[in-house]
């Protein structure tokens, strides 16, 4: 008998973490969303100690984005959409991304009485991150 999860397709969703990842770097510039996020935040961008931490904040969202990208790889598998092309992934990821990610997101903003724009911005980033992992995972054979 093989390992648990042996049928999953390690590289692909290696590269869709990757690409979740990445996706951070240009959702999180000052190309997009980086001046409305940090003012909604309110982060002194001047204090050294708003940098501290970065590399296991990093690391650690890496980690976080793999075992998403491995629950996609899993439910792909077990619903039978795996290599079903990027349409298949599209609504995966979609649907990963509004109903576990963006909403539980926003059931911690509507407590912590964070603003809309936030939420438009963590939540999108967090849909539209699944929805290229499902990609991937779903279209890579």
Do not use: H, T
């Amino acid at each position: 008998m093989g390992n648990l999860f042996d049928y999953l397709n390690w590289p692909a969703i290696l590269v869709a973490a990757l690409a979740y990842f990445a996706l951070g770097a240009l959702w999180y510039s000052k190309i997009l969303f980086a001046k409305r996020w940090i003012a909604d935040l309110k982060i002194d961008v001047n204090n050294p100690d708003a940098k501290k931490g970065m590399g296991l904040m990093f690391g650690g969202s890496f980690v976080l984005m793999l075992v998403q990208s491995l629950a996609i790889a899993i439910l792909a598998e077990r619903i039978g959409i795996r290599g079903a092309g990027w349409m298949g992934g599209l609504k995966l990821g979609a649907l990963v991304g509004c109903c576990f990610s963006a909403a539980s997101v926003g059931v911690n903003y509507l407590y912590e009485k964070k603003p809309l724009s936030l939420f438009l911005i963590n939540a999108g980033y967090a849909i539209v991150g699944n929805i290229i992992a499902g990609i991937i995972i779903c279209s890579w054979m």
